[in-house]
């Protein structure tokens, strides 16, 4: 299956305009879960680059992306960044025809390399070495979590 990427950089207006921004967006993954071909999304602050934040979403079209552009809570919600609060916004979309997983296991010395899809990823990633069953960590969502798997809810 090949899966739509969209990646974006977003500088705010101010420190004030990122906690405003995240209190309008603060329902954003009980939307995303409801919309068809929604798999992924991740957000965090640069590490190195202070006010400048990263999104990636992945879907599993264009088209559901362009869904998710025109729903009412997307559109206003973007309205109101875009009245303001968002400086920058460097947005960057293509699309995935593949997906590997490389991993060598620190237990065992087992390296792996195989493909998978990407719609099944959180799902992949918690699947144990298959010699010593070591368990990789993983990412989980919390209440605070800026990431939203919607494989991990079905």
């Known amino acids: 299956m090949a899966v739509y990427l969209s990646m974006q950089r977003v500088r705010f207006s101010s420190p004030d305009a990122h906690d405003k921004f995240r209190t309008v967006f603060n329902e954003v993954r009980h939307h995303l879960m409801t919309k068809p071909g929604f798999l992924h999304l991740t957000w965090w602050e640069h590490p190195d680059e202070p006010g400048w934040y990263n999104e990636v979403s992945m879907w599993t079209s264009k088209e559901a992306l362009n869904d ?87």
């Open 68 to 154: 998710w552009h025109m729903d009412t809570y997307h559109k206003h919600a973007k309205a109101w960044a875009s009245n303001g609060a968002i400086m920058e916004d460097i947005i960057n979309n293509f699309e995935l025809v593949s997906t590997r997983l490389l991993r060598i296991c620190p237990t065992c010395g087992k390296f792996e390399d195989k493909a998978y899809e990407l719609e099944y990823e959180q799902k992949t990633l918690a699947q144990p070495c298959p010699v010593c069953g070591f368990h990789f960590p993983v990412a989980t969502e919390t209440p605070s979590s800026t990431s939203v798997f919607k494989d991990l809810a079905s």
